[in-house]
């Protein structure tokens, strides 16, 4: 940790913080030339007085001091580099010459180097949480970001609803390794299931269209990006001092590479436990269980302009559905139960709506339901998983619902709050089966 | 309350008990012909017998007794009706002649009526809550909903933002109160600021526009229609039995009205809150002050496609930003301070963006930023209001920030979660500014 400070608003003292807290199995070493010990750390004075050999040097010094820190580090021949320093091309000129030559001087090394303007990195697998962002909750999701604050947003966020992440990367301004790098390496990564991504540019647009297009057939992408309009373009470039390229071309890359895009870090986490949560449905035919008619057209609505398909259940089924459900119930699809406190009968309607292959996925839409919501979830959690086919649920409640939504997480039951954001996430789930069959 | 009910899950009974829970300030009658006493209340064998005059007549029998309930209430000159009771129009011809005997006596009787299929209404003005869907908190956003379910569960959810209802009505299958009628009555209630809608089929389109166009200037309306597709168009038919029109006429009837559109239940309560809450912008000029460029660039994006402009903040105020934030910062629009614990500082940036009347409104946008949350959040709830313009917050964060976010709404300062939801929201209140000044 080159540059570790025992000033507690510098990065140099977060990260620090940061490895410790993350309980990092390996050896940390904070250089600083000035102070004995950081954190109960022995510090030294410069990298050559480590006795040990680096496996990652994190820099975060000033932007003036960062080349004589690099050359420390290949002197001591550091296995990666990561700058978190700021004061690069990001604020002009000056800054962009400086980045030229780090960019040269690491790359002549062969020393791989994430950043500058880096806010960290996250491996899970070593709990080693190098970043300003905070120390995320393990889990399947990898996030590469150029947002360091997003990932530290998004790591509490998802801890919320119990997702959590294997790597993170946020690739500030890229001098040497870039998103096609990272995705190579994320494919080959056992411990991640979903590649999440929060992009303003992409430099070498037609490598990673090819890298991406590999990468998308061995596990999913999700692209969020930013620098859609022209007035966001000019913001991205005081930011990581991106060059800014037309939206439709992004769209086009995207679509062409199977990834998945979203439009805001709310779908990129829904998404992202959709997709680490569920099995993918081996087609597009959507079972809808509703407890009230309108959540039940939402959904259909929403399914349908997802380009999922809402077919009428075949006269068999709806027969034994007449059987069991009210005289005013619907049995076409949506199921529309009508209000019920019988987690029976929601047992039975989700075993003959998944019966015959009809469909191939279910959304349960739910409407308030507070009297009896932990047997009704506990009901939904006991049909899971014996078709083998998706199950998501659309919650609509007050947060007096979250004992039950925490039910259907525990059990890696996706829910969210409206029918909508449901159809989608399970739309999501459908493309992607579908590209990787393709 | 005829077909008032012993049994708690019948609407009979839950009706009545809302009723009491939510303090209703009039006296309740019973009417149930086997029972003396319901929930602590004197029980009625039938309409005749009560000793008062009836304001308003709840009717939850059987579909095939609600004629003979009807005639009772005609009998005794009640001033309103409120019918529970489904079975009609939903269910096929037999309950759509049903429903037509009672449209024409009680039209002919000249007693407004509402549903039948209806899920209650509410009127907080007196504490009534006169129906299954429990007791809103009181406040200024009226709910007109084809589908009952929807009312009760956004209660809840908007209850944990802090958002009430002065009025609700299901207003079921209108045999004869209508969307028309209801939009009338709410332009001239004082209780209400903000008219919301979930409408799966309006009757007679031309006079809505009409009439909606009117009640526009007086008060903003939100309208979530479903049934978009042809799929969701044929699940409202065994819902509420509408017949569908092409979701492209809606579209442009809502347009013509100067009906804000919005796509889910989140987005009509988002949209709600900030009407109810927040001034409106006089022109569409957006401030946005960050704490992280990615964020930044999100909402400008997000603006810019709402609609919105993100000027670049004249020089004048640019050298005093520059004199105050750190040298990474960019202070063009948006104003990144990049991350700061200092709320001096965010107070100063307010003050510097909202002066010379650069722009109409300010987003900030915070990311986690959990450490200062609440002397953050008491920051922005003092620098806002003196210079009339609308401020709203994205608070990209876990729960753990819900602290700062609860200080922020009891201002009345709108928080969301992710600066896209919180620029569309500003977005709302700037076409409805555009749309009465026209």
Redesign the interface.
């Known amino acids: 940790m080159i540059g570790a400070s025992t000033d507690q608003?510098k990065t140099g003292y977060v990260i620090l913080r940061n490895l410790i807290n993350g309980g990092f199995r390996g050896s940390i070493y904070p250089v600083n030339p000035k102070a004995s010990e950081i954190l109960g750390l022995k510090t030294y004075k410069s990298v050559d007085e480590i006795p040990n050999q680096i496996d990652l040097a994190i820099i975060a010094v000033a932007a003036r001091n960062v080349i004589s820190a690099i050359d420390d580090c290949i002197r001591a021949k550091v296995g990666g580099i990561v700058i978190i320093s700021?004061?690069f091309r990001?604020?002009g000129q000056i800054g962009t010459e400086l980045e030229e030559e780090i960019s040269e001087r690491v790359k002549s090394s062969g020393i791989r180097t994430i950043g500058p303007n880096s806010a960290g990195i996250v491996n899970s697998s070593v709990n080693m949480c190098a970043t300003i962002?905070?120390t995320p909750m393990k889990g399947p999701v990898a996030l590469l970001?150029?947002?360091?604050?997003?990932g530290?947003?998004?790591?509490?966020?998802a801890?919320?609803v119990g997702l959590g992440f294997s790597k993170f990367a946020s690739i500030g301004n890229m001098c040497d390794v870039n998103f096609n790098d990272l995705l190579e390496y994320l494919a080959q990564d056992p411990e991640t299931k979903v590649i999440t991504m929060?992009v303003?540019s992409i430099g070498d647009g037609n490598r990673f269209v090819a890298v991406a297009k590999n990468v998308s057939l061995v596990k999913p992408i999700l692209a969020y990006k930013?620098?859609?309009?022209?007035?966001?373009q000019?913001?991205?470039l005081?930011?990581?001092g991106s060059l800014a390229t037309s939206d439709n071309i992004y769209d086009g890359a995207f679509r062409q590479a199977k990834i998945i895009r979203v439009?805001?870090?709310?779908e990129l986490l829904d998404y992202a436990y959709a997709l680490t949560h569920q099995p993918l449905p081996k087609g597009g035919r959507v079972g809808i269980l509703t407890?009230?008619?309108?959540?039940?057209?939402?959904a259909?609505?929403a399914?349908?302009?997802s380009g999922l398909?809402?077919p009428e259940l075949p006269d068999s089924i709806q027969t034994k559905l007449k059987q069991i459900l009210p005289?005013?119930a619907?049995t076409?699809n949506?199921v529309?139960m009508t209000?019920s406190?019988n987690s029976k009968l929601y047992q039975d309607c989700i075993d003959l709506i998944l019966s015959e292959n009809a469909v191939d996925a279910l959304i349960i839409t739910i409407?308030?339901h507070?009297e009896v919501q932990q047997e009704l979830a506990n009901t939904i959690v006991a049909s899971f998983g014996s078709g083998g086919k998706p199950f998501l649920v659309s919650w609509?409640?007050?947060?007096?619902a979250d004992p039950a939504r925490g039910i259907l997480r525990r059990r890696g039951i996706p829910v969210y709050?409206?029918?909508?954001?449901t159809a989608r996430a399970l739309a999501c789930l459908a493309r992607y089966s579908r590209s990787v069959h393709e």
């Open positions: 608003l700021a004061g990001e604020t962002e905070g970001s150029q947002s360091g604050a997003l530290g947003a998004t790591f509490g966020w801890e919320d929060y303003e930013v620098g859609r309009t022209g007035a966001g000019r913001a991205t005081s930011h990581t439009y805001d870090a709310e407890d009230a008619g309108g959540p039940g057209v939402a259909t609505d399914c349908t302009l398909e809402v005289p005013f619907s076409k949506p529309d209000f406190l409407t308030s507070l609509t409640a007050s947060r007096a709050s409206t029918p909508e954001k």
